[in-house]
């Protein structure tokens, strides 16, 4: 898989947008970028994925850049509800990771009043 | 629609016992995903089942071991329990083998003494 960073952690202001950075140098033509996020003491949740144009669904926004080697997560009213881990992920597109997720540290973020 | 449900939520085991774990994927999902959670780290991808065969294996030991049945669910076996064992499993579905986009359970809590 690309290897992504991400900062540990993030802070945020309840209603103001949340914008999660990811560092995807490495990645491939033909790689996704997923994210999901973790809510303390739930399973992850799929949030949303790209290749290369900009994304939005209900949930969030995901801006790749043009040489694709980085992309943010907005997160575009955050309430305290979106305190979680997020993950930055690129599969390695059929490739021997075939359907594996490859979870990292993530970034911490967390919303306040 | 019911989501990815697993079972049971909590189990305590002594070392060296054996333990199997519980998932039933979202409706409409064929393929199942198993993760291992430890404290503060990432999940882990253990195995993929698709069509009642192991289709994708992590860095696990052969003591995890798995089965799906014709109605999709699936269970994760571990057995020769170590203390090392004790994590948050995590079963995850999708709707076609090979993807990405999958939808996790809550998780089952395993402690090992």
């Known amino acids: 898989d690309a290897k992504t960073t991400q900062p540990p952690s993030m802070d945020c202001a309840e209603g103001r947008a949340a914008n999660l950075p990811c560092n995807h140098s490495?990645?491939?033509?033909?790689?996704?970028v997923y994210w999901y996020r973790q809510i303390h003491s739930q399973g992850p949740q799929y949030i949303i994925h790209g290749l290369k144009n900009n994304e939005t669904n209900e949930m969030a926004s995901l801006i790749i850049t043009e040489d694709r080697k980085s992309s943010t997560l907005i997160l575009p009213h955050a309430t305290l509800r979106d305190t979680a881990v997020y993950y930055c992920i690129v599969p390695n597109a059929g490739g021997t990771s075939y359907g594996k997720l490859t979870f990292g540290q993530g970034t911490i973020l967390t919303v306040h009043p | 629609d019911a989501g990815v449900t697993q079972s049971p939520t909590h189990l305590i085991k002594t070392r060296g016992q054996q333990v199997t774990l519980r998932c039933s994927p979202k409706?409409?999902?064929?393929?199942v995903s198993w993760y291992q959670q430890a404290l503060g780290q990432g999940p882990q991808f253990i195995f993929q089942y698709y069509e009642e065969e192991e289709r994708q294996r992590g860095n696990f030991p052969d003591r995890f071991s798995g089965h799906q049945f014709p109605n999709y669910s699936s269970e994760l076996n571990v057995n020769a329990l170590l203390l090392g064992d004790s994590a948050l499993y995590l079963c995850a579905s999708s709707l076609e083998v090979g993807s990405y986009e999958q939808y996790f359970g809550p998780g089952t809590r395993l402690t090992v003494t």
């Open positions: 490495t990645i491939s033509g033909n790689e996704y």
């Open positions: 409706s409409g999902h064929d393929t």
